[in-house]
């Protein structure tokens, strides 16, 4: 059915119907925003000017005329409607992030793109609003999220183990019907039911870190249908899951060194002990096993322990604008005080400040899981612990561990790497950051050569920080503009260097 769902008369257009049985998408009915729930991450409702609609799609797209889930949608239309190209489709990545909160948030990053597009995001199937995939309680999510994820003897790894047994559980017992269904390839197609409804012969899209990879999917299943497109912040479509995450080991270690240099080359500006880069990193170490045996005040009742205290590090290399962050979390919890590395921590697991969690997390486990085939016993994992220690000292053992997250999943894994393969398919800008921690920028050139000659376009952009565009770079940004609103491919092997 993978393949036969790509296929069709009208190359996948809809209007004929499709392959797969389901007839064209209906046009969407949108109307007013509501506030983000809290499993979409809470906050305001959106202000005025945005719209949002729901489209059913097939829940199993080998039964089309089966049960259907709803797919929400937001949109903010083009400012200039007389000269509008159409609908722009984002996917900020995750898995597991809620399309309909983030753009409304980060709208103003693509103000230039509105011009001409009307700008539209979605939360994926079994994200947010979208039939959300429901594992452990916030309580049980709290305690969760504090147990030691580097475990050290045989006691914390039968706890390990036995936590991530629960979540599973809990996931499987909250949302059985969905978990089958959440892969990437549900949500490509799901993708080209949007582009139908929304009135588009082409898909103009937008994808970052794993929307990536959904967009190297879809653009496999539907090359015919790609219009204009962006890839940035590069998901490796050549890697499988453990390769990934060893390559994120050595891009958090690599993001660490450029946020420790940097705090040296400030000199007596840097809150920081070390008068190297190494030696900052030294720190960091220290700090990590100190927190190991001895946690610190965090949040409330919650305590920082190294495990928070590395996703709160995590989350601050995502951005250079978070390095300030970093920079006082590291010295507020050198001096005894973990509250700031633990906001960070927070943010990174979706949780807000009343301590509901949004399901990233558990959508993220299962989209994660329905697509990668790997299962990895406590054996395997700990016989390939020391090269995650060796590519990261300070996130090598947490990537390490992680590999379990999908080892008892009640679902199967749909490939070992996925296939973006894409003849026939418009150009795809293929944007590369050299300093991106969570998507290392070797990605880019795989993705290109996957995508197939005369697909891929590369961009590299010499910066730090998970993405480029993004990042405010004028030169990425005017490349991706001209791309997208005038029809401009830029230059194969184009460089942008960050100011």
């Not at 539907?222 to 497109?229: E, L, T």
């Not at 070390?274 to 960091?284: D, L, M, P, Q, R």
């Not at 999943?409 to 070992?416: R, Y």
Request: net charge negative.
């Amino acid at each position: 059915m993978l393949t036969t769902a790509a296929c069709s008369d009208d190359g996948g257009s809809g209007k004929k119907g499709n392959a797969d049985g389901t007839g064209p998408a209906k046009p969407l009915k949108w109307g007013d925003c509501p506030a983000p729930t809290p499993l979409e991450g809470g906050g305001q409702a959106p202000p005025k000017g945005w719209q949002c609609a729901t489209l059913d799609v097939p829940l199993d797209y080998a039964k089309p005329e089966g049960e259907t889930l709803p797919i929400a949608l937001i949109r903010a239309k083009a400012r200039d409607q007389k000269n509008r190209i159409g609908s722009l489709v984002f996917n900020f990545g995750g898995p597991g992030g809620s399309g309909i909160t983030t753009l409304p948030g980060a709208a103003t990053e693509y103000e230039a793109l509105r011009a001409r597009y009307d700008l539209v995001s979605f939360d994926p199937r079994g994200v947010g609003r979208s039939a959300p995939v429901r594992c452990e309680g916030d309580k049980q999510l709290d305690a969760y999220y504090a147990q030691d994820a580097s475990p050290s003897t045989p006691e914390q790894e039968k706890a390990f183990v036995e936590n991530i047994r629960q979540f599973q559980q809990a996931c499987e017992r909250n949302s059985a019907t969905v978990l089958p269904h959440v892969g990437t390839s549900n949500a490509a197609r799901d993708m080209d039911r949007i582009r139908q409804a929304l009135g588009d012969e082409k898909l103009h899209y937008f994808g970052i870190s794993y929307g990536t990879e959904l967009g190297g999917v879809y653009a496999h299943l539907f090359p015919k249908n790609v219009g204009r497109a962006v890839f940035d912040a590069v998901v490796d479509p050549t890697k499988t899951s453990e390769e990934g995450a060893l390559g994120q080991a050595e891009g958090f270690q690599l993001a660490l060194g450029n946020f420790a240099q940097d705090c040296v080359d400030r000199g007596d500006e840097c809150k920081l002990q070390g008068s190297t880069a190494k030696e900052i990193e030294a720190n960091v170490i220290k700090l990590q096993k100190e927190l190991a045996v001895k946690p610190i005040p965090g949040i409330g009742d919650r305590q920082l322990n190294d495990t928070s205290a590395t996703n709160g590090i995590a989350q601050a290399l995502y951005s250079k604008e978070l390095w300030p962050l970093l920079e006082q979390g590291l010295d507020e919890a050198d001096g005894g005080q973990g509250q700031l590395l633990m906001a960070l921590s927070d943010a990174l697991n979706g949780r807000d400040e009343q301590g509901r969690y949004s399901n990233i997390g558990a959508a993220n486990s299962a989209i994660n899981c329905a697509d990668s085939k790997e299962r990895y016993t406590l054996e395997q994992t700990k016989a390939k612990l020391p090269t995650f220690r060796s590519a990261s000292p300070v996130f090598g053992d947490f990537l390490g561990w992680a590999m379990m997250g999908c080892t008892d999943w009640p679902v199967e894994g749909a490939w070992e790497t996925p296939d973006v393969s894409a003849p026939g398919s418009a150009p795809i800008l293929v944007i590369g950051n050299t300093g991106d921690p969570a998507t290392p920028y070797e990605g880019a050139r795989k993705m290109v050569e996957r995508l197939g000659k005369g697909v891929g376009v590369e961009l590299t952009y010499k910066g730090e920080g998970h993405g480029a565009y993004n990042s405010g770079d004028t030169c990425v940004q005017n490349a991706v503009n001209a791309y997208l609103l005038d029809g401009k491919v830029p230059a194969a092997n184009t460089v942008c260097t960050a100011a």
